[in-house]
């Protein structure tokens, strides 16, 4: 990267290449639609070109470029999950992040922290001791770490034994890493359109035409267009979006709140998460505290902040390091997790031939980006669906098959 | 904090209720396919409107039912369960 930028001031070239090349009008019918702007549908944009040759694409926009959860998460990846089908899936991503800067020609701010996954009882012990072994059978790096590991390495951290939840050890997963999440996006989406995908902002799909059983059009504030594929990636609005083709989806809208600290000196070097006091922090190069916890306790399609939700969190991140009680909030804000009932994807084939589906991200859809997007491009492209994904199909519901993924974040264990 | 009329106790604050789920109508347990069950239990509307839901009072555990609109999250009306199931309902009784 530093290479590339000392070239561009010697050659007084411009970035231009990466800026986005924007459209005019709809044209009437495109090959494949994709509906939604964000990290997911501009990442399978970018592969639905790249890999597959598939140039004929629009995406469909109702606001702006990943203004949505793209804009909304905590920015961490990692793939210390708990079943098979999760670990290597998230893997894969984890693999396409760590070149993605490069791929993208644009500074992501790939930043490998570690992450520590905090044990405060003996049965949370077993359960990282449990996924330590999953994830090693399945070549990611975790380990279990106990106390006095786990204080010299996070030497701020609150090891007292007199607390209400004294920690015990940590799953410490060194691959965990925070990355700059719109740029995530816009790398994706300039890159494709450079390749000649069409990204379409402000354009609300208002319907869904559907004839024998196969997905022919989409109506939207501009217009009709005929389509040969679609693909939805919507998250937070999934079931809406799914309902105009006629599908009722396993999923549940629920907020999910983030706020972010003033900036402090650097303290926090891994990624800090307790399921048992429901909260989450990172540290960013900027020096704020990214924080999270648990998803709100009833269903709501908003983007509002509560008092209750700081309160809570607050408390709970003071018990793990109390010298943060004078630390000033700098902004807070919230996105709509699409919750499933076993906390993972939705992915794949639906009852519609040609419409395809990449919803139920909850709480774990930044980190997918890459993988989601490349596999999905795959399966609009072939009408295969790929071994990687086949786990997260729409129908495993009907057919008794979850995949309980309990190493999700927000998931009390 | 966002207030809530519990029909038993009157307006507490929304802290003190769980909520519990949609009110759907439950498939007869000996006629259903495997398709109807799994979309009783797993699938969902999950409308942006106003959506008939479960709630209980959890101090008193009292369950009953609210009217609660998804996007703007105003609660429209809370009532008593027997007003959609009848006075003396059972577990097993469809909603009207």
Redesign the interface.
Known sequence: MPLALLKRALLGSRVKDRQFIWPGDLKKSYDVVIIGGGGHGLAAAYYLAKNHGITDVAVLERGYVGGGNTARNTAIIRSNYLTPEGVRFYDESVRLFQDLSFELDINLMYSQRGHCTLAHTDAAIRTMRWRAEVNKHLGVNSELVLRDDLAKQVPLLDMSEDVRLPILGALFHPPGSIARHDAVAWGYGGLASHRGVEIHQRTEVTGIEVEDGKVTAVQTNRGRVACGRVLQAVAGNSSEVARMAGIRLPITSIPLQACVSQPLKPFLDPIIVSGSLHVYVSQTPRGELVMGGSTDPYPLYQTRSTLEFKEELMMHLLELFPFLSEVKLLRQWAGTADMTPDFSPVMGETPIRNYYIDAGWGTWGFKATPVSGKRMAETVATGKVPDLIEGFRLSRFTEFDLVGEKGAASVGH | ??MMTCPLNGPRNI?EF??GGEVIPEPASDTVD??GW??F????????GV?REWWCHVPTSYWFIAERH????EILRTYPASEVFGAGAQAKDQPA
């Open positions: 904090m966002k802290s769980a909520y495997d398709a799994a979309s239990v797993f699938l969902s509307d999950n409308s942006a959506v998804r996007r703007s999250n």
